[in-house]
């Protein structure tokens, strides 16, 4: 395919030299941290929302949730449903107190820095376990995004695994490294509509080509009767695989490449249009995604068996499209896996640089020297994950899940009452943080019950947070007046 497909080739190499030259671009505007880390908080409502839903979604909306669709049916709506709920809640009470907080709480860059400040923990304590945190949680996500590209160049271009591995990251990196988050989110919004474009574009093609809705649905229910029940298992294991799926949404609130967008936008009062914008592409993109596996079932005469149904998507593209179509499409798939690794290693080489490097390590340095270690810790960690990629049986979607609840449950209840309940003290936070990750960790290795981890992680996380605030000494009378500056604004 790889000598043959020549349009497919020219779509992918436009593509991926469009995304180096806005890194590039941005390579010479990068003057202070804060340009680097937040793109000196200017972005527009559009460039908001876009590049968090692309920075949020990644390749498993485009390959993990129609295979999921395609294998279980129309349930998988329970996990859709969950996300858009999430992602609805995260933009209406978090956004605008998160923006307002972090530019009132000393002008935070970064999560650790806002929950530092938000306590004002001298000790750095909080920077240093959120640091900790996300360093292991986001290995473990820029690595399935990296064994993403990687099985996508395998692929389409019929390349070994390794060389698609490294030519993937590589271009992840190169923008990365040299545009800082403005490159990040320019080229998410670019690769936002492209996957919008393309999760819409499939489906509805897909139908017309089988002869109709009704031929699709007569078709999908001969081959599984019960593809159509959003309910399929009416006993204790279905409605723990429902409270489960609908989990996925708790992740939202402490997912730190999506709050710093919230933190970045130059007007807050201009998330309401960025809430609205948000909420449409989300809306529209699961829905298709979900519609992509039940299309696929009638469309695909040749069965997809196990780990395959995640082909679903790229296999009905390159049978729906002619090769430069097909490879605009496929492109697609590429920026979802790129506009999450980005935003990733972003916010891993800011937690490192700012919490870490600067707060124990070097307190003097000055701008330049943070984003040269930023730029380093870009390097060093995209390695790391790519050593992490290199086995090309890892399941991305397990491990993606595995992340998303580490993230969830370990920053979401503390981003939330931070934000809402000034009698929230510092050892809270941390009792908080600490009982999230761990539970995490913990409950993954027995999968206790077959619940996903993020529902007793976040709920734990909750209880220690009230639990250990409420016998701890009240904050002190300097962080309760800048909670009231800070949600008055």
Request: proline content about 3%.
């Amino acid at each position: 395919m790889f000598q043959t497909n020549w349009g497919v080739l020219l779509a992918f190499a436009l593509y991926l030299l469009l995304m180096l030259w806005i890194g590039l671009y941005y390579y010479r505007s990068q003057n202070e941290l804060s340009d680097y880390i937040l793109g000196g908080r200017s972005l527009g409502p559009w460039i908001t929302s876009m590049s968090a839903e692309a920075s949020d979604m990644s390749g498993w909306m485009l390959m993990g949730l129609p295979g999921f669709a395609y294998s279980i049916g129309i349930s998988a709506f329970w996990t859709a449903f969950g996300l858009a709920m999430g992602t609805y809640l995260n933009w209406h009470f978090v956004s605008r107190r998160l923006r307002n907080y972090t530019e009132v709480a000393n002008n935070s860059l970064t999560m650790p820095d806002y929950l530092r400040n938000r306590f004002h923990d001298t000790n750095n304590i909080i920077r240093l376990i959120s640091a900790i945190f996300i360093l292991i949680f986001f290995l473990i996500y820029t690595s399935s995004g990296f064994v993403a590209g990687g099985k996508l160049f395998e692929i389409v271009f019929g390349m070994e695994y390794f060389p698609a591995l490294i030519l993937g990251a590589s271009v992840v990196v190169c923008y990365t490294f040299l545009g800082g988050f403005m490159a990040v989110c320019w080229t998410d919004f670019i690769q936002g509509c492209m996957m919008f474009l393309a999760i819409v574009c499939v489906p509805l093609v897909g139908i017309i080509s089988t002869g109709g809705l009704d031929a699709v649905l007569t078709r999908a229910t001969a081959i599984t009767p019960q593809i159509l029940d959003f309910v399929p298992d009416k006993g204790t294991a279905g409605i723990i695989a429902i409270v489960s799926s609908v989990g996925w949404g708790l992740g939202y609130f402490g997912q730190p490449h999506i709050l710093v967008r919230f933190m970045a936008i130059s007007n807050p009062k201009e998330l309401k249009k960025a809430t609205h914008i948000a909420m449409i592409w989300v809306i529209i993109s699961l829905a298709a995604a979900v519609g992509v596996g039940i299309v696929g079932k009638a469309f695909l005469t040749t069965p997809l068996i196990g780990a395959d149904s995640e082909k679903v998507f790229l296999i009905m593209s390159e049978k729906l499209f002619p090769p430069f179509v097909s490879g605009l499409i496929w492109s697609a798939v590429l920026a979802a896996i790129m506009s999450t690794a980005s935003s990733q290693l972003l916010v891993t080489a800011s937690a490192i640089s700012k919490d870490f490097y600067h707060a124990f390590i070097r307190q003097s340095a000055n701008e330049k020297e943070l984003i040269y270690v930023s730029r380093a810790t870009v390097l060093i960690v995209a390695a790391i994950a790519i050593v992490l990629a290199l086995d090309p049986n890892n399941y991305i979607l397990t491990m993606v899940a595995y992340a998303w609840a580490g993230f969830g449950a370990a920053f979401g209840p503390t981003i939330l009452l931070s934000l809402f309940w000034k009698r929230m003290t510092k050892n809270g936070a941390l009792a908080g943080i600490i009982t999230g990750g761990l539970t995490v960790l913990i409950w993954k290795q027995f999968g206790w019950f077959g619940l996903y981890e993020i529902v007793p992680g976040f709920l734990l996380s909750l209880c220690a947070i009230i639990a250990i605030s409420l016998v701890d000494e009240p904050p002190s009378q300097e962080i309760q007046d800048e909670f009231d500056r800070a949600t008055k604004i």
